[in-house]
């Protein structure tokens, strides 16, 4: 137990605004799920930007540091429901915006040059919404959600409770 103390399990992600949190969460209420769906709860809708997985706590004020990058201000339009085969359900953009696009591949620059881990699959951008979800239905409509994006933070994620570390800007 020691052990595992002595690490915190970290991703970067887009964290929305209290405002746009509550989108998602109109979002996801929208939907018709099975009995066996796992709704993730809405203080822990996100989109993840880098997974980045156990790293010594001793590391933590390097790596806040470390991955301070500019990040543009852009507009996100969240506007495809989508069931994934992994039994995920997910909100996606129709178009991903270049300017995310750049903050990733910036992102994965800065994890590089800390000798961090960089997943090698390409980036779909998405917030999900359930797991477990196989036969969820989507709304009829599609979703039309727009996310004014003003940064990025570093989380930690220890029993499904996820806690902002630091924020970029």
Request: proline content about 12%.
């Amino acid at each position: 137990m020691r052990e595992r103390a002595a690490f915190a399990r970290l991703f970067l992600a887009l964290w929305p605004a209290p405002a746009v949190r509550a989108a998602l969460a109109a979002q996801q209420s929208r939907w018709r799920w099975p009995a066996s769906a796992l709704p993730v709860e809405p203080a822990a809708l996100h989109l993840t930007l880098h997974f980045i997985g156990p790293v010594p706590r001793a590391r933590l004020q390097e790596l806040a540091q470390g991955l301070a990058r500019p990040c543009p201000r852009f507009m996100l339009a969240l506007d495809q429901s989508e069931l994934w085969p992994n039994h995920c359900a997910t909100l996606c953009p129709g178009e991903v915006p270049e300017a995310l696009r750049s903050l990733h591949a910036a992102l994965a620059d800065a994890l590089r040059g800390l000798a961090l881990p960089v997943e090698s699959r390409a980036f779909r951008p998405h917030v999900t919404l359930a797991r477990r979800a196989t036969g969820a239905l989507p709304p009829a409509a599609p979703a039309a959600l727009r996310w004014p994006v003003r940064g990025y933070v570093l989380v930690q994620s220890a029993g499904g409770r996820y806690t902002p570390v630091a924020r970029y800007p």
